[in-house]
């Protein structure tokens, strides 16, 4: 298995119920390739000390969430160098014009952003980071399936010119999750200022809670509950949502109460591993070691099928 997150700031409750917590949940069952994509993030953030805070940070929310380094290999996309090899071999078998069809890029170019050529070919360095470590599932948010599609249709485009080479991986997309909406509805993302975080204090969720946009119209608050639904079962959240029918303001507090009480032992935890900044290194650091190992191999194959190993 093999998946990542960026680090481009604190990780939302949307990450987790999304990614993250799947991760943590099929430790036991796969060898875990769990990354830090900083190289990713270098497309959005172009300040060293924020990037390297950023890296460390997610290494500790990794470890905080309950990722357990003795099973996952946990590494910084950074340490291994090779994606940046196979991502540049995987750009020059693709055209343009197809990952012009890529979601990510057409709603920047919605928005009239001016994107950098990284952001553009984000696609294609993401293929390598999968495909390096042939994993049969990637888990991810719904968001992230055509990321998974092209990983595939790239495999595919590879074993045809220069024979069998990568493992066509398959999307983990948990359905009752999906996509977890922010506190105005949309998708829950650090871009829309939307989100919960993961580690929030309880101020920071009670606030987070009582912004969350509410229609008059209707005697559900949908936004809240939505939310909700990922802290209780069906049958408990319909019972508290039809007993208080147009009590926007009881529901919103038993929504901040519940996260508070979902989110306080993970607090904890990342405060604990906050104080151990020097073994969250040395296991980025092993990590990184064994990752590369991997990539190195698997490379190693992949330049001798394009014709570049010599010797
Ligand atoms: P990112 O670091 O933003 O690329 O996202 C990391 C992971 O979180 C990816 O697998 C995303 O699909 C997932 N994710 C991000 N936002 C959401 C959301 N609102 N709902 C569900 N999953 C999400």
Known sequence: MVSGLQPSGRPHI??????????????????????????????????????????????????AIGLDPTKVT?????????VTELGWIFNCLTTMPYLMRAHAFKDAEAKNKEINVGMFN??????????????????????????VEIARDTAEKFNRIFGEVFKLPEPLILKNVQTVPGTDGQKMSKSYNNTIPLFAEDDEIRKAV???VTDSSSDTPTNVKDIHSLFKNTEEIEKLYSENKGKYQILKEALATDLISFITPLREKRKGWENRKDDVLKILKEGGKRARERAEAKMQIVREKIGVKLY
Do not use: R, W
């Not at 946990?74 to 090779?82: A, F, G, I, N, V």
């Not at 495909?131 to 055509?146: E, F, R, S, T």
């Open 74 to 82: 946990l590494y910084k996309q950074s340490d291994t160098p090779e």
């Open 14 to 63: 949307g990450n987790y119920f999304g990614a993250m917590k799947q991760f943590v949940d099929l430790q036991n069952d796969y060898d875990c390739y769990i990354f830090i994509a900083d190289l990713h993030a270098l497309t959005k953030i172009q300040n060293a000390k924020e990037l390297s805070d950023n890296i460390v940070n997610l290494a500790i929310d990794y470890l």
């Open 210 to 212: 009582m912004s969350i």
């Open 122 to 147: 984000y696609p294609m360095l993401m293929a390598a980071d999968i495909l390096l470590y042939d994993p049969d599932v990637v888990p991810i948010g719904l968001d992230q399936k055509q990321h």
